[in-house]
């Protein structure tokens, strides 16, 4: 893990906002222009290209010429490339946008990371769009044996709006609220405590990133909020591959990686396995139906939380 000495190396800055590129300049160009209409100041941002191999650092310097740009010589993975972006210039706040997130309505980026004036407050996430204007589901729980448990079975859809966060992604997302974990396409977060915790945790390459950075928040005695007035357009994994077998195995594994490490052996070992038990359930289900893509998605999941 990056252990950051911010308070050392550089006087801090205000605000510092991180996009990280791997082989979607032009994504990335979009991404940094819709924060630069919504008031991000192009100082402020740090572009980071991780070993693209093509022309993204050129491009990049060349329509954000007051912008840092950072080059990496090979992709050294999503955790550390962000991380090496936020120590480039050290601030009070980072904004963590990935290239595939524009800011979707006016004011959003001062309201999300304005959600940190609280001092119990570590960090923050917007309302997320799908590219055709729906509400994507982007609020969900820690994993625990309970929630895997009630995802499995499927319970979770009954479960009351109000509760929904906890136990499930159901949710309307329709108001601001403290919640547990979300999907880190756009994620605001203290300096102190992205400081104290020493940045994304660079021990996986890809995936799973999010899910540990929010469950060391909390661990950490700081709250996560969902901001429902600052809303970003997300495409959704631009620049991983599309959903297949390989991708499932790769995402449930990391999760396993980070509910061992963070829930005492018999609790990971019950989350993990109830988890385990809903894939096995959906791919007879899949199989039954004849979706076969489905069906080979729920396989690699299976593959990816065996130990």
């Not at 060349?62 to 090979?74: D, I, K, W």
Request: charged letters at 20%; glycine letters at 10%; a neutral charge.
């Amino acid at each position: 893990m990056l252990q950051l000495g911010t308070s050392i190396l550089a006087p801090l800055q205000e605000r510092t906002v991180v996009i990280l590129n791997w082989r979607t300049p032009t994504l990335s160009v979009r991404a940094a222009e819709s924060l630069l209409e919504d008031g991000v100041r192009p100082e402020e941002i740090v572009l980071v290209d991780n070993g693209s191999g093509d022309e993204s650092c050129e491009l990049f310097r060349r329509t954000f010429p007051g912008s840092v740009v950072l080059c990496e010589a090979t992709n050294v993975g999503f955790a550390a490339g962000n991380n090496l972006g936020a120590a480039a210039r050290p601030a009070k706040r980072y904004l963590f946008v990935n290239s595939d997130a524009f800011v979707a309505r006016k004011g959003s980026v001062d309201r999300l990371v304005s959600a940190l004036d609280d001092p119990g407050v570590g960090a923050a996430v917007p309302l997320l769009f799908n590219d055709d204007s729906t509400v994507q589901p982007s609020v969900s729980p820690l994993r625990t044996p309970g929630v895997a448990l009630v995802q499995a079975t499927g319970l979770s859809r009954f479960i009351p709006d109000r509760f929904q966060p906890d136990w499930s992604t159901h949710w309307s997302h329709d108001h601001s609220r403290d919640v547990q974990n979300a999907v880190g396409a756009v994620i605001a977060v203290d300096g102190e405590v992205w400081e104290q915790l020493g940045g994304f945790d660079e021990s996986t390459f890809m995936y799973g990133e999010d899910l540990d950075l929010f469950w060391r928040i909390r661990l950490n005695g700081s709250r996560v909020r969902f901001v429902h007035d600052s809303s970003f357009v997300h495409l959704g994994n631009a620049s991983g591959a599309p959903p297949n077998a390989g991708r499932a195995e790769r995402v449930a594994r990391a999760d396993a990686t980070t509910i061992r490490r963070h829930l005492p052996p018999h609790r990971a070992a019950l989350t993990i396995g109830f988890e385990l038990a809903g894939h096995v359930a959906r791919l007879g289900y899949f199989r039954l139906v004849g979706a076969a893509g489905r069906a080979d998605t729920s396989r690699g999941a299976i593959r990816g939380l065996r130990p």
